[in-house]
């Protein structure tokens, strides 16, 4: 199998796990503010490991501190700016059990309206998405299969509680529970596949665009997590829970790279 078709393998793969988070609304489970807050903090724990032991890293061995520091930088000024530019929504997590709340009324609202905030948080969650696949695909591209495989494999574990987290709102925007599976695996997959084959096509016009890459990916990576979910998964009671999880995560992805490299 030549490296193209691998590499779209490997990036399906990854990106259809974002199904997995969904299962929870799909079998009608009503989740707790508590776990909801943790998945966020877990998925922001394998985010920043990634973008540091799965990226930066390995962009520094293949080019200059510079260039993954410009692609950081580059990385993370693009993720805010399309925050500004692209519509999408960052909903709230309004249906809690157990520790009191408000019970989501979203049910009321038009199907329109229903249809837009659908939309608008698959706006969201392409911006969280799009990097990682680039970062795949310049990595197959680069002959660089060990660093993208290990990508993949954190990626794809990352994409489970990250799928959660944005399946919950959507699903109180009134969406059944069979398309919020279909809408939040397609989020993942879609957007990663599309990305990767771009970064695949963009290292036959630029050789050597890995390190600038990676940094750009693990930039806009640690864009989201404090810009988006270390702050949604504060201020509800739940900080020592996200906290714990976010930890947690991170030392998964340490022993999936550590395992992956031996």
């Known amino acids: 199998m030549s490296a193209f078709f691998t590499m779209l393998l490997v990036t399906t793969v990854a990106g259809l796990l974002t199904g997995l988070g969904a299962l929870p609304t799909l079998l009608g489970a009503r989740i707790s503010h508590r776990v909801y807050d943790a998945a966020l903090g877990l998925a922001g724990g394998i985010m920043v490991a990634a973008s540091v032991f799965g990226l930066i890293i390995p962009g520094m061995e293949q080019g200059t501190l510079s260039a993954v520091m410009a692609g950081v930088f580059i990385g993370g000024f ?87 987290a944005f399946a919950i709102p959507v699903s109180q925007a009134g969406v059944s529970g069979v398309r919020v599976f279909l809408y939040t695996t397609l989020s993942g997959a879609v957007p990663q596949v599309a990305a990767s084959i771009f970064g695949y096509g963009l290292v036959s016009v630029a050789q050597g665009v890995f390190p600038i890459a990676a940094g750009f990916a693990a930039g806009a990576m640690l864009g989201v997590v404090f810009r988006e979910m270390v702050p949604s998964s504060h201020g509800h009671g739940y900080a020592d829970e996200a906290t714990a999880a976010f930890l947690v995560g991170f030392a998964i992805l340490v022993v999936v790279d550590a395992a992956v490299v031996v």
């Open 78 to 164: 693009t993720l805010l700016a399309g925050n500004r530019v692209i519509p999408h929504l960052h909903v709230r997590y309004t249906r809690w059990r157990g520790e009191g709340g408000a019970e989501d009324t979203s049910s009321d609202a038009s199907l329109d309206d229903r249809i837009r905030r659908a939309v608008l948080v698959g706006g969201a969650i392409t911006l969280h998405n799009a990097p990682e696949g680039l970062a795949m695909g310049i990595a197959f591209a680069s002959g660089l299969e060990d660093v993208a495989l290990v990508l993949a494999i954190v990626i794809g574990l990352q994409n489970v509680p990250d799928g959660f």
